[in-house]
């Protein structure tokens, strides 16, 4: 069960490894996970740490090699400028006024920014936005395959995203396998986080005072459960050489989870505290780290934090409140850190 001070008597329960890891290494800044794996929560540590080197691409969360072809960082960033073109297109044209929130989160969100974003894709390329494909790999790659082999592949010049647009340039059954991985890697993330972002501060927060800022609501959310809650480096020389209780042959699991809520950086680390983003700047603050290190921050981030805002206000303008019925939220072992349910409703 989580420590959180959650309003209305609400109760996170963590998966038993995320308990254990608050439970017994918070305020640690080195430690042995595994036989070989040393765990970091210092801030200072993870500094030097990230600062070191660049991730290499097998250790890069969105674009590891697809199908066994490496992704250059080239190509990565202009995928990632193609999806942010596609979000910001999104935000400027006139958004429906009868959209339903209510229901259960994160998918809710995820469903209105799908369509909001990708709504004009052709169908076999928004059913890769679907929730269900996390359940496996398989399932993933059997429904790029279909998708692939399809007739009817979108051309150039159709009325498409222009994540899609870059697709419908590809040729051929592997290319357009590849294709369809790669909007894939870039759409999802971008829903997925959003919306489990938002179901995050949902639960940790509302009802939220209505001078309290949208922004402040994320960087809170983002810092109790951040939804990169680690960062996996594989074994490497210059580790050792930071710290010697690592050694050569050790893989470093830095640790967000860990760093967010250490008692030495923040004040009362288990509340959910939004005003302290009054004073603090969410770029500079020791061990706050939910976009990753200044050397290489997440391409994503400034497509999550606008979407974000846009869910809130839609939601904080709406009075939709937190079912009072629901007293237990879940937030399972998976690479997205988040509530699992959240029932939005609206006032009786």
């Known amino acids: ?154 051309r150039p010049g159709d009325a498409l995203t222009g994540l899609a647009a870059r697709g419908a340039e590809a040729t051929g059954y592997q290319e357009r396998r590849y294709a369809m991985g790669i909007y894939r890697r870039a759409a999802s993330p971008v829903c997925f986080t959003v919306s489990t972002l938002v179901a995050n501060a949902l639960w940790l927060g509302a009802a939220f005072d209505e001078d309290t800022s949208h922004r402040n609501i994320i960087y809170e959310s983002l810092r109790l459960l951040p939804p990169s809650w ?34 030495a950086l923040w004040e009362a680390p288990d509340e959910f505290r939004p005003e302290r983003w009054d004073e603090l700047d969410p770029d500079n603050t020791p061990g706050y780290l939910p976009f990753g290190h200044a050397s290489e921050r997440c391409w994503g981030r400034h497509l999550v934090m606008p979407l974000a805002e846009l869910l809130l206000d839609r939601i904080r303008t709406a009075g939709l409140v937190i079912d009072p019925k629901q007293r237990t939220a879940r937030v399972p072992l998976l690479g997205l850190l988040g509530v699992d349910e959240v029932r939005l409703v609206k006032p009786a």
């Open 230 to 263: 680690n960062l996996l480096r594989n074994a490497s020389p210059e580790y050792p050489a930071i710290d010697s209780r690592i050694g050569p042959d050790d893989d470093v699991l830095l640790l967000p989870l860990l760093s967010h809520r250490d008692p």
């Open 1 to 154: 069960m989580s420590p959180l001070s959650l309003p209305q008597s609400r109760t996170t329960v963590l998966s038993p490894r995320l308990a254990a890891l608050l439970r017994d290494h918070v305020g640690h800044d080195v430690f042995r996970l595994e036989p070989d794996t040393i765990g970091v929560g210092g801030p200072e540590v993870t500094d030097r740490i990230l600062a070191s080197r660049r991730a290499t691409e097998t250790e890069r969360p969105t674009f590891k090699p697809l199908q066994g072809r490496s992704i250059s960082r080239t190509e990565g960033s202009s995928v990632m400028r193609t999806i942010g073109a596609d979000v910001r297109d999104a935000l400027k044209r006139p958004l429906p006024e009868d959209v339903d929130l209510t229901g259960l989160w994160p998918l809710t969100g995820h469903l209105f920014l799908r369509d909001l974003i990708l709504g004009a894709d052709p169908r076999r390329l928004r059913l890769l936005m679907s929730r269900n494909l996390e359940l496996t790999p398989k399932l993933t790659w059997s429904v790029i395959a279909v998708g692939a082999a399809l007739p009817g592949w979108p």
